[in-house]
């Protein structure tokens, strides 16, 4: 997997925090030179870039920019200067409280324990109540969604690299014994075995149960469920089985037909800006006779245009 943006090694951080104040001094701000270091920076590099602003210039690079910028490129330059278990924080709140419930699925399924722990963590310190809380209290939503949730932010997935292929095939039986028109009812094993197993042992378990019933679990799902549940259990799969392809098939969705869902379309490209940007991009050419690329160009504009161009390269 291969992210879009990689060390740079060609400034230093003083040298860019200099930069940036002259970007932004006087009349008049430079989005160009802003979008030139933001773009071409990880986010350790851009992290430390704001603490040394504020240990040279005494005042915060978030508020500096509030001020010089506006509109959707201030939220993308926002975004590019948090730490992801923030953003992803933050995410997860404006799933809940648009009643997302396939955003909110995305984003906990892939991540590991730990980043599970640091985003819950923050979550409590930015909100003042659990994102546990919050998820119980959601609208609109099933309470099969919310208890595949729940279960999956208790953090205590298998991440031991070995894969046991006998309990892999014992695996895959259960799902069949428990039948398909079951998945996402009450049946606690299924939404166990999605939460706690390894990523890798369930790609072998998806494997095993396609050669055990001649059919994929991804279809299966099509074939027996609809609406909500048929979304998220099929977004746990993917994220799980192909997690490239389908944040390509998401990015597709977002910006096809009238109008962007800029807030996602923000979400995807810094959230996996240094994990799988490029794969994204391929997956999404292979999905469409256009680039991610040309359909930005022709979906957003400005200065909030060139910046996620540049990410995004």
Not at 35 to 47: E, G, V
Not at 185 to 207: C, G, I, M, W
Not at 253 to 259: L, N
């Amino acid at each position: 997997m291969t992210g879009t943006i990689v060390p740079d090694q060609s400034s230093t951080t003083e040298k860019d925090c200099s930069d940036l104040k002259k970007a932004m001094k006087g009349f008049g701000t430079d989005e160009k030179k802003i979008i030139d270091i933001l773009s071409n920076r990880t986010l350790q590099q851009r992290l430390d870039i704001c603490f040394n602003y504020k240990k040279m210039y005494g005042k915060s690079l978030k508020r500096e920019l509030q001020s010089e910028l506006s509109s959707l490129l201030l939220k993308l330059t926002k975004s590019l200067i948090q730490p992801l278990p923030q953003l992803l924080a933050k995410e997860a709140n404006r799933a809940i409280g648009t009643c997302n419930p396939r955003s909110l699925i995305e984003i906990v399924t892939g991540m590991s324990n730990d980043e599970i722990y640091q985003m819950k963590r923050y979550y409590k310190e930015k909100f003042n109540v659990t994102i546990e809380r919050d998820l119980g209290q959601m609208m609109k939503v099933s309470s099969n969604f919310k208890k595949l949730a729940q279960v999956i932010l208790q953090g205590t997935r298998n991440e031991s690299p070995i894969i046991d292929d006998h309990l892999a095939l014992q695996d895959a039986r259960e799902l069949y014994i428990a039948g398909v028109d079951r998945f996402g009812t009450e049946d606690p094993v299924f939404n166990q075995l999605l939460a706690t197993r390894s990523y890798k042992h369930l790609k072998v378990v998806f494997e095993k149960y396609r050669m055990e019933n001649y059919e994929d679990i991804g279809e299966c799902i099509r074939s027996e469920m609809m609406g909500e549940a048929q979304e998220v259990y099929l977004t746990v799969v993917n994220m799980i089985r192909t997690p490239t392809a389908h944040l390509a098939e998401a990015l597709l969705k977002i910006m096809k037909g009238v109008g962007t869902d800029d807030e996602e379309l923000i979400k995807i490209v810094v959230w996996r800006s240094e994990i799988d940007l490029k794969e994204i991009k391929e997956d999404f050419s292979r999905l469409n006779e256009k680039t991610l690329t040309e359909y930005i160009k022709s979906d957003t504009s400005g200065d909030y245009r060139s910046l996620l161009l540049a990410i995004v390269k």
